[in-house]
């Protein structure tokens, strides 16, 4: 039995330093708290086994501690991955009051064996419940969620024995087939557990490269690459128009080098990314909104209908206007050029027509927008 323990304790020592050597971890992601969970595990294990040794009563209250401040990191591993708040408080006081009411009750092995049962148990299955429930079809929460489930409902079941029937109950370190059935479960549970999580914290990168792939960081906004493919969709391709209301708008903030030459250059940024938040805001969902480069940004305005266009011209004026005045202390405005989107025209003949407007509204004195015939 000592010998299986052990296995489990060097297969969680094992595992955390895997995750460090192979993966790096970043302080506070979600798998530094699996990190602590296995060395939670390896920590309470040990002492358990010291304390059939040495100083009984401190160290078995210092191995259930550690197992439950590992139950928390498990939660905490959760809360990290599904995005959650994070409990603080009850992380840090359930280990804390068990391992005070262990202390105390130790005397009596039987109540203080049920306690820290009944409580890790209920911590596990804490830590199960969050990632089963939430955002269906993600693979690694069913992994995390069911090996934790089968090991909480295994520790609550050790609670209820040793409290209903402490004759049959077995010392942790006896060859009996409930603990040889718990320490299997446990070891399958931290393996499949680190699993699940590498998968977690691989479809995390995969997340956060696709966005830093098709966003752009200072606005928010599409950046020119995506925003030409989703356009070219929404279009379908030039092979006929998929959306006949469609209007392309080019917009190109005016005078910019000068924000940047008087303001320096940070509130220039500062202007770029107000211009994305007033896009956002005053645009609906369904419209694409991009940034083409520089100072320009295009938005493919969806089934866009001529009186709809003039009043949404007019909001999105002002609305930069305003936001750059309430922020930044000084108005700023955008010269545009507007196109309806013709059956069969490819993307890119669009936003030619488009620009040719824009020069228009450049050259017409700025902070307007002309429109190619059928826009308005
Ligand atoms: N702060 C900042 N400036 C940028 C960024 N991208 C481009 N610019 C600046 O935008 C300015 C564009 O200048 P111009 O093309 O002369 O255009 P403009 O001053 O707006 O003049 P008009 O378009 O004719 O009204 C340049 O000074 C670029 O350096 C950026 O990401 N941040």
């Not at 052990?6 to 595992?15: C, D, E, S, W």
């Not at 192979?22 to 969970?37: D, E, K």
């Not at 280990?95 to 005070?100: Q, Y």
């Not at 990314?273 to 520089?294: C, F, I, W």
């Amino acid at each position: 039995m000592i010998t299986l323990l052990m296995a489990v304790l060097v297969n969680a020592l094992l595992m955390s330093l895997a995750l460090v050597v192979g993966v790096g971890i970043r302080a506070r992601s979600g798998l530094q708290a699996w990190q602590f969970m296995l060395l939670g595990q390896a920590a309470g294990f040990t002492l358990l086994i010291a304390a059939t040794l040495v100083l009984p009563r401190l160290l078995a209250t210092l191995g259930v501690t550690a197992l439950s401040a590992s139950a928390s990191a498990m939660v905490l591993t959760a809360c990290r991955f599904l995005s959650l708040p994070v409990p603080r408080r009850w992380l840090v006081a359930v280990p804390l009051l068990l391992g005070v009411a262990h202390f105390a009750a130790l005397p009596d092995q039987v109540l203080a064996t049920g306690v820290a049962n009944l409580t890790i148990g209920a911590q596990v299955l804490w830590g199960s419940w969050l990632l089963l429930q939430g955002a269906a079809g993600v693979r690694w929460r069913w992994l995390c969620g069911v090996a934790a489930a089968a090991n909480g409902v295994m520790t609550l079941a050790r609670a209820v024995l040793v409290l209903g029937w402490p004759a049959v109950y077995p010392n942790f370190i006896t060859p009996h087939p409930l603990n040889l059935t718990s320490l299997l479960l446990l070891n399958a549970s931290l393996v499949l557990g680190t699993m699940g999580f590498l998968l977690a914290h691989r479809d995390a990168a995969e997340q956060a490269l696709v966005r830093l792939a098709s966003l752009d960081t200072l606005t928010g906004l599409l950046n020119r690459r995506e925003w030409m493919g989703r356009a070219g969709r929404a279009l379908g391709s030039g092979a006929g128009t998929a959306d006949p209301g469609a209007v392309l708008l080019m917009l190109d903030l005016d005078h910019f080098k000068r924000v940047n030459d008087e303001h320096g250059h940070p509130v220039g940024d500062e202007v770029l990314r107000l211009t994305g938040e007033t896009l956002r805001t005053v645009l609906r969902a369904s419209d694409l909104v991009g940034r083409y480069g520089g100072e320009e940004f295009c938005v493919l305005l969806r089934q866009c209908e001529p009186a709809a266009f003039e009043r949404l011209d007019a909001r999105l004026h002002e609305a930069l206007a305003g936001r750059c005045r309430e922020v930044l202390g000084f108005d700023v405005n955008f010269s545009a050029g507007a196109v309806r989107v013709q059956a069969g025209e490819t993307l890119a003949a669009a936003i030619a027509r488009a620009d040719d407007q824009l020069y228009r509204a450049k050259h017409a004195g700025r902070a307007r927008t002309c429109c190619a015939d059928g826009v308005l």
